[in-house]
């Protein structure tokens, strides 16, 4: 299986702001899913994508995927201190049932 | 919201003794998994489980690991004799069939001394 490599790896900015990580891979995936990890605490489910879609939305939150770049990105729009945590994109293959993580993007939000 | 559930949160073990993890899944979902993440790195890929079998295993999950199904809604993870090496935070996982969204427990830090 195939890891995503997010970029940046550490993105600070002020409250307000908008927020950009992006998630690079290998090979073919059949989904990509985002999520979020506050310190020390569990995993939160924020969206999933599938290869046949482009963008999707939830709220603050915009998920494009550009599969002939072999790239996604997740958007926070109007960033809050609440946002500060770690971002991670989870990739699963055409192969297997299991998704692999990336490094992850640390955010912080500043008040 | 269903969510899934995994207990202890917190278990302080020594090394080279048994322990077993515990994970409620969310109830209709049919696909299970373990993963890990040791304190400042990235999250680890264990197991995954569907139909009563495992499907898949990483090279971390050697034969000190086993999962296992005991009833329709406990999926464990038990470390045979634990080392050092195994602190670490650890995440049970469930979601439905197809192309659909995983989603994780709260987590268990087990910490070897």
């Known amino acids: 299986s195939q890891q995503g490599e997010e970029d940046p790896q550490a993105l600070s900015i002020q409250e307000g702001e908008n927020a950009t990580m992006n998630c690079s891979y290998k090979t073919s995936i059949n989904n990509l899913q985002w999520y979020r990890q506050n310190s020390g605490r569990g995993l939160v489910h924020l969206i999933l994508i599938r290869s046949n879609e482009r963008e999707k939305h939830s709220g603050r939150l915009r998920v494009t995927l550009d599969t002939s770049k072999k790239s996604s990105s997740l958007l926070i729009t109007a960033s809050r201190a609440a946002d500060t945590a770690s971002y991670f994109c989870?990739?699963?293959?055409?192969?297997?049932?299991?998704?692999?993580f990336g490094p992850g993007t640390r955010l912080s939000v500043l008040p | 919201e269903p969510e899934v559930t995994q207990t202890p949160s917190h278990q302080v073990t020594q090394m080279g003794q048994e322990v077993i993890l515990r994970c409620v899944p969310i109830?209709?979902?049919?696909?299970f998994y373990w993963y890990r993440q040791i304190l400042g790195q990235k999250v680890e890929f264990l197991v995954s489980?569907?139909?009563?079998?495992?499907?898949?295993k990483s090279e971390i999950f050697d034969d000190q690991f086993s999962v296992e199904r005991p009833d329709g809604s406990n999926f464990t993870l038990k470390i045979r004799s634990t080392k050092l090496e195994d602190s670490a935070m650890y995440f049970c996982?469930?979601?439905?069939?197809?192309?659909?969204?995983?989603?994780f427990g709260q987590g268990t830090r087990l910490t070897v001394v």
């Open positions: 489980f569907y139909n009563n079998e495992i499907s898949e």
């Open positions: 989870a990739l699963r293959d055409n192969y297997g049932q299991n998704f692999v």
């Open positions: 996982a469930s979601r439905r069939t197809g192309n659909t969204e995983a989603f």
């Open positions: 109830s209709n979902h049919l696909y």
